[in-house]
């Protein structure tokens, strides 16, 4: 079982698709990375030698930020907006979408599902 970076990576699939299940690594990113180790992108996990998994490893601590700190590091930035009381950071804070979007129709995933309307009466039951 090869771990790199804490994520268990799937067995049998490419080592180029493999990557990108670490958070923060990309389909391009993982590319960059490999030329970087010199390694074929068609490898799969499993034919990986040791040498070659320090070597990503190696590669993926000293120059990228990932999975925890990576992920520390967008709410940091998500908090510093709502801190300073931003345009996209009130729109975080009251849980709408922030890039233009329409938010009268469409805007369900950021804004939840659909409630009912409030002091409705209930038909009587017969």
Known sequence: MTRIAGVDLPRNKRIEIGLTYIYGIGLSRAQEILIKASINPNTKVYDLNDE?????RN???NQYQLEGDLKRLESMNIKRLMEISSYRGRRHR???PLRGQRTRTNART???TKKTMAGKKKAPRK
């Open 52 to 56: 070659q998994v320090i070597l990503i």
């Open 59 to 61: 590669i993926l601590n």
């Open 94 to 96: 009251n849980g709408l």
């Open 110 to 112: 950021r804004r939840g």
